[in-house]
């Protein structure tokens, strides 16, 4: 084991024993020296977890936040020095913690946050506008057949709990106290300028965008989403477009 | 050399930025012997309004390595109007593996697309195994880490086209194994890979403390004349098991009383330099920090009125 190997080890686990061979000049114990270092680590990647997660954090709690970054943070130390990528897996994570199941929509508030993160520093691209669409429309036997993509700072979230609503109450948007945690909504993430917002898709909005997302035909798109019978294509294609939540046309392909 | 101070508040307002042509590519080149902070995303419209305050601004490399969003947009208009320095935190100089070529070659993009005056990194390792640790780990000072230490440095400069500065570290542990001071390794590599040597005035203090040396011979064992930059930032004290200080490299405080004092010594001996103060956590409002780099920018201004320079 080479020297920063038993260093690195010793700085994520705290019963992995001080690395030999530090020294202190007042020849004393160098754990407490040793420990800057763990401390440091540990408050860094927690730190990041928190900025990146913040209402995940709010919803546990600072304390009981704190020690689930802790168990992840060892688990899944970060693979980049691009820290505003740390924490891809976190929700993941957070779905499987046990202690964490009394809150079950901890995850899905957690992969919320994740592409709201993911958006703020996705690509900027030239979004799809109204008036690129038109001329589309005036074609219409080939419209179910037309690829439309999100655009690469948009994304959509499908939950089984009220993760908009959930978001917005400690955003000031709501009361939390009227939220009912366990209506099923969908999220929609987009960065129209340079803030990033989130905001709920109509009934059927989050299999529609979702199946944009993976590049299906807008025909294939709406027949999954009237799956839902309350789903208003027009409606929905509208609030994409007018929040710019689609990418410029790459080509009108057709079947 | 000092720069024309841009005094209307309104003229960044307008698409074209900074007027007078005062950071044209010719007055690129080295940063100016001026005090600057460090970028932080509260300030970015306190700084457009209030442009020629400060003498330049610094940026974490990997702060600015997403794909896009608001923090290239801000940086890039704040690049418009000012001189840059970018800071890299992970690219792990000091670690026994070889460097990151995929980390690199974004080093290389950012750089091409920000042209900053100034690139720097640090005498220290944060990756080990594939893991980012996200802190700045110290090295054994020895025959083997300086050859690699020296190879990563010249593999960096190779790549990204340029010199680059290296900062002194703030460290809390020594080594068995170092056979040589952090003085005398730091001189070394400048001497053989052309280096310039970000000063961390701080670093030298807290390390000088934690280690039982003297700051100020500390810092003048080093190659000052290789100084392109200098850092200053605050410091936690915290007790070492012996109830010793042990100072704590934390930038979450205002500059301290001693590191003023030795700052003034380096200055008094090698002249105005670009001056940063460095401030990461408990970040004050945009004029608080200012102000803190104004104390900095008065010293460099009486220092060059002493070498007869004129001081703006």
Known sequence: MTAHAAFAAALLDPDVAVPAGLTAWNGVDPMRRFAVYRNNVTTALTGVLADSFPVTQQLVGEDFFCAMARVFLRAHPPRSPLLHEYGHDFPAFVAQFEPARQ?????????????????????????????????????PAALPGLRLALHPAAAVLQSAHAVVSLWGAHHGVGALAEVDPYAAESALVLRPMLEVLVLRLPPGGGIFAAALAAETTLGEAAAAASADPSFDLAENLALLIRHGALGALRSSARN | MTLPIETSS???????????GALGPAARGHLPARAGVGLKPQHFQDILDSPGELGFFEVHAENYMGAGGPMHHWLTRIRECHPLSVHGVGLSIGGQEPLDAAHLARLRILLARYEPEAFSEHLAWSTHAGAYLADLLPLAYDGRSLRRVCEHIDEVQMALGRRMLLENPATYVEFADSTMSEADFITEVVRRTGCGLLLDVNNAYVSAVNHGCDAAAFLAALPLEAVGEIHLAGFAVDRDAAGEPLLIDSHGSPVA????????????????????????HDVPDFATLAAEAGRAEALLCRMAASTAEVCA
């Open chain 2, 257 to 280: 009383d001693a590191v003023w004092t030795l700052y003034e010594e380096v200055l008094q001996r090698i002249g105005p330099v670009a001056t940063l103060i460095e401030r990461d």
């Open chain 1, 103 to 139: 809150v079950p929509y901890l995850a899905d508030m957690a992969r919320l946050e994740w592409l709201r993160l993911a958006s703020l520093h996705a690509a900027d691209a030239p979004v799809l506008a109204a008036d690129d669409i038109a001329p589309l429309l005036a074609d």
């Open chain 2, 10 to 20: 309104s003229s960044l307002r307008s698409e074209s930025a900074c007027r007078g």
